[in-house]
Nanobody, 116 residues
Framework: QEHLVESGGGLVHPGGSLRLSCAAS????????MGWYRQAPGKQRELVASITRGGTTTYADSVKGRFTISRDNAQNAMYLQMNSLKPEDTAVYYCNKYPNPLPALWGQGTQVTVSS
């Protein structure tokens, strides 16, 4: 069964950077449009960025100009480069299919904490 594993989170000061990675056990990243999602404490999970098979990207207004989503179809992996991080970016970050994320694909996520 396909599963996704997120990594790369951590504690960073405001203005810092992190690069998140999403690895798939199968071919899902190579075959589908994918997205990075995040869930902050007490809030609903939200879409941060998406990328099609062909590389077309979209971003939430809150991260435009600061985050960059990319994919490596050969490696069946996806990335999220996060720059100029703000405290409000603190959340657990997940990768999944976009649109219509599959419940079975939600992994453990990776915690990003932005704090001075």
């Amino acid at each position: 069964q396909e599963h996704l594993v997120e990594s790369g989170g951590g504690l960073v000061h405001p203005g810092g950077s992190l690069r998140l990675s999403c690895a798939a056990s199968g071919s899902i990243i190579r075959l589908l449009s994918m997205g990075w999602y995040r869930q902050a404490p007490g809030k609903q999970r939200e879409l941060v960025a998406s990328i099609t098979r062909g590389g077309t990207t979209t971003y939430a207004d809150s991260v435009k100009g600061r985050f960059t989503i990319s994919r490596d179809n050969a490696q069946n992996a996806m990335y999220l480069q996060m720059n100029s991080l703000k405290p409000e970016d603190t959340a657990v970050y997940y990768c999944n299919k976009y649109p219509n994320p599959l419940p079975a694909l939600w992994g453990q996520g990776t915690q990003v904490t932005v704090s001075s």
